[in-house]
């Protein structure tokens, strides 16, 4: 089967908008065992979307289409398809059935712009859209088939999988595929790549290494294809699995929040936080993952240094003398934590997230964490000399993966912490 | 000028990487008001990337490549390019130079995987990469400027803004453009478009009306071009921002976070925050926002019942009575916290996520927000079934929201809460 992807939306031509709705769709059409040749994207021209159109699927057995179904004035793509097709477009009845009772259901009023969705290619189908207003267009142009879909993330997952899948899948068989997707925190692509042109200088070349670095997480892919793909996978996955070693989160998806958090829940430990630099990062991060309450009782954002004082005890004198990014504030910060929380663990987190505030000996990208229990708390400063937003992930991510080699004892720190020189 | 934009990443056709550059250089792009005429993305397949180069290079002026250039065995742009070219690839000495010189600054050790990034196509001229060890790569195909940009996005940015703009500017001239992008929250992408077309059913043609919805925040954006673009789009501004009205936070970029932090610091009122099930992301949120801490001295995540009592003073009768997500209990939290954290301003939530913890009489998706003053403190129950973690998200700005509406004495609620008939 060729596929092929058109994407259309003048705020993806303009850079108002990053589209995530392609790699959603790549990711299940590849899971599928089938690939995506070639994604195109162009703005709401009409003219130029037209040809598009035409073009692609005189070119492909399946052209996915995404975007333009909207309400607005900018969403042209089911005018682009009638045109292609040279039919015009009417009110499709099973569409206002469909924006009828998805308006019902949610007690909205239906107003003039929706009823803009209504109107079809003359001929098509609709695909059902369980979560949105839009519906998708099917039809045939030539031997390809065109699938139109929302530009609604949410409502394009769902009509993705429950609508298009099972319809490509009846009509295209699929590549046997195997792929494992391996999370790993604080070892960078090209560390991991080198240790594997060290180790393995024969990596078999049907054994497809792929990274995807999706701050803090880094992810392994491994992908084979064929007969045996099964046995060869988890072969190499073991492999690489050993030079990754104790940076290795688990599988994908999943984030350090839910790895810590997991790693906790078997241990039947609980966890406090005292954020001041991160701001309420780390416990947002925690609380995120469902089921966090069984670990997570609760957290201090103690940004002030009054806050710090009233609600982690820690001492005037100490904050006079050392300020409140040093290690002797740290350390209170984590004590008062599992005083004020009764946690079993903490993490506390006091630096310089800039751009104001540094200084000669503590300049912008200074952070000193205190994490682990009340008889194991162990101190650490670190340096990360990066603007405000990446400073706060990485030091939410720093804290985290602390916690985790903590609970698991891990000894270390992760190899990013470490590859610069004494 | 005809420029047509290049992306390559196997991670980009199997959906493992969302793709943000892309965006980030049309945005530039446009801004100067040049404009991107297709984006076309392939695979790390070197026969097809060779050959889309060629395609693309011979039906343009510029054609900027993305992605490629890192140390990995699937970054293979500069190949391709030498391929395309009839070039082979050989040692570069000024990537040479700029890598040494990268790791030297940071301390690294400069390993047998970076060094693949010196071996650049024959006669090519490289681009200065600031931030990273990847130079870009300039050439010409034919009549076509070609430059091949890192996928590290941070690299990108500085390198699109201090090299490749300066030299796209100097040798094309670019049109007069006008835009106004207007950030807004709670009204919805049609219910503006419906008051538009109420209101004015003339809205010019030459007045580009586009929407981005980029949850929690929509942006609005008007584009002119040409002569009195600059009158006109002033004029078509005030008529929009009056029907948007009290839904306007301001000018792009802006985020809810820091339209209440502004609006705090110009009334010289502090905030604290007291949340359960959103965990501290109003926090972050806040903090995120350089310069927060004349504003924000802290917040307490209260997530469990005991929490809530033992810094929150929340009554454990009411808890028992009324249960964590009541009326009576985000009364008590959002009181505790004026006390515990000494703010002059509070909000305070607590709701239930889900998956999991929902009821008959209170289903997942309700919650309960507190906010304001010790003495005017209002209450009010929401209700968003949506999943946990879009939830947290809006719950995160509604709360925010709410806050701005009380510093502005803003009466009424965002339209997307009202919306629902009664």
Known sequence: MKLQLLLTGNELMAGDTIDS?????????????????????????????ENQIRDLASDSDVLIINGGLGPTVDDMTSLALANATGNVITEHPDALTHLTQWCEQRGFRLNAANLKQTMLPKGCSIIANARGS?????????????????????????????????????????????????????????????????????????????????????????????????????????????????????????????????????????????????????????TGVA?????????????????????????????????????????????????????????AVTGIAGPDGGSEDKPVGTVWIAWGSQDDLRVKKFFLPVDRSLFQTLVTALGLDLLRRHILDIPGLPELMTRRKA
Chains 1, 2 share one sequence.
Not at 23 to 49: C, Q, S
Not at 205 to 222: H, I, N, Y
């Open 134 to 286: 839009a519906v998708g267009i099917k039809l045939k142009i030539g031997s390809c088939l065109v699938l139109a879909t929302p530009g609604v993330p949410s409502e394009l997952r769902t009509m993705m999988r429950d609508e298009i899948i099972p319809l490509l899948d009846a009509q295209f068989a699929s590549d046997y595929i195997q792929t494992q997707r391996l999370a790993v925190f604080g070892l960078g692509e090209s560390s991991i790549q080198e240790k594997v042109n060290t180790r393995y200088p024969d990596w078999p070349d049907d054994v497809e290494l792929g990274f995807r670095a999706s701050m803090p997480v880094l992810e392994v892919k491994l992908t084979t294809r064929g007969q045996n793909a099964g046995e060869k996978i988890n072969e190499w996955r073991g492999k690489i699995i050993e030079l990754i070693d104790d940076h290795l989160l688990g599988d994908m998806p999943l984030s350090l929040a839910q790895a810590v958090i997991a790693a906790a829940k078997a241990k039947n430990l609980s966890i406090g936080t005292a954020e001041s630099c991160t701001g309420g990062r780390i416990a947002a991060e925690l």
């Open 21 to 49: 709705n392609s790699a959603m769709i790549a990711e299940l059409i590849t899971n599928y065992g089938w690939r995506i040749d070639r994604k195109t994207t162009v703005g709401d021209d009409l003219p130029l979307l």
């Open 291 to 347: 089921g966090s309450s069984t670990v997570f009782p609760g957290g201090i954002v103690s940004y002030s240094n009054a806050i710090k004082q009233q609600l982690l005890a820690v001492s005037e004198s100490s904050l006079a003398s050392d300020g409140a990014v040093s290690e002797v504030v740290v350390r209170q910060m984590a004590q008062g934590a599992l005083l004020a929380l009764g946690s079993d663990l903490v993490v």
